[in-house]
Each structure stands twice: as C-alpha cells, then as structure tokens.
C-alpha cells in the first residue's frame, strides 16, 4: 500500500510529487535540480522536495555556520555558492565527455588496426602520430590522445 502510494508520486513529478519552492534557496542555501534539491553548502542531495526535510537538513547541519547571513550578504553568498557548484558540474561534464570520446577512439582505432590485419604494436605508433597531429593543430585535444589505450 505505501510502495503504491510512493510509486504513484514519483511519476506526478520529479520531486516526489511536491513543488520546489524558490525562496527555500534564499532561506536554506538550496538548488533546484531536475530530480532533486542539491544544498549548495555541502552539496548534499535532499531527495524528498518537502520544506520540513529542507529545513532540517538546514538547521541540525549549517544553521550555527549560515545564520550569520542576513540580507544582501546572504544573496551574495548563495550566488557565490551556486557559481562555484555550477562550475564544479561543468568541469565533470567536460571531463566525462572527454573520457567517453577516448574510450570510444580507442575502440574505433583498435578495430580498424584489427582489419588491417597489422599487429596490435602499431597502436603505440599510431598514438604517438596522434599525439603529434594534435600538437600541431588542436593543442586542447593533447589530453584526450594521452588518454587512449592502444
Ligand atoms: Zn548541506
């Protein structure tokens, strides 16, 4: 009965069926994501989107650190907070695409050595070509060849 209940709120919305409210970010130094709220002091994630949860996770972990926060200052602060999570989200997007393109390069080159039907030690040769065409036309791309197992 309770699993149903559950089941049927997910599927209402992304936060267990509850609405985000935006001045909880103002008032608990939190964020709305798509599935969840992440607080952006410890970058904890809330799973239920209820304020009593917000307010409690809040209180018994920033409350004595946070409370000395009034006004403009505390906008400030949260602005410094959700830029600093945002570029930290970034950084391991870039890097997850990154290492997603390397694996699958090294897939592709790895099969076509394969039909060549040349042995697996031209892998070494052909990355250090890479690396060298790299160098020279897309020094940003220099990591990525670094990255691949040949
Ligand atoms: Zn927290």
Redesign the pocket.
């Known amino acids: 009965m309770a699993s149903a209940k559950r089941r049927r709120c997910d599927i209402e919305s992304g936060h267990g069926g509850r609405v985000f409210n935006p001045s909880w970010t103002t008032d608990y130094f939190v964020h709305e994501q798509i599935i969840s709220i992440r607080?952006l002091?410890?970058l904890?994630k809330i799973a239920v989107c209820k304020k009593y949860n917000v307010n409690r996770?809040?209180t018994t972990?920033?409350a004595v650190s946070y409370d000395k926060f009034k006004g403009q200052f505390r906008i400030d602060k949260i602005e410094l907070l959700k830029k600093t999570f945002l570029a930290q989200q970034s950084v391991m997007k870039t890097k997850v695409i990154s290492f997603y393109s390397a694996t699958k390069i090294s897939f592709l080159m790895a099969e076509a050595i394969a039909k060549s039907g040349k042995p697996f030690c031209t892998g070494d040769l052909l990355k250090n070509c890479l690396k060298i065409f790299c160098k020279e036309i897309c020094p940003k791309k220099t990591l990525t060849v670094e990255d691949l197992s040949l």
């Open positions: 607080c002091i410890c904890e996770h809040y972990k920033h």
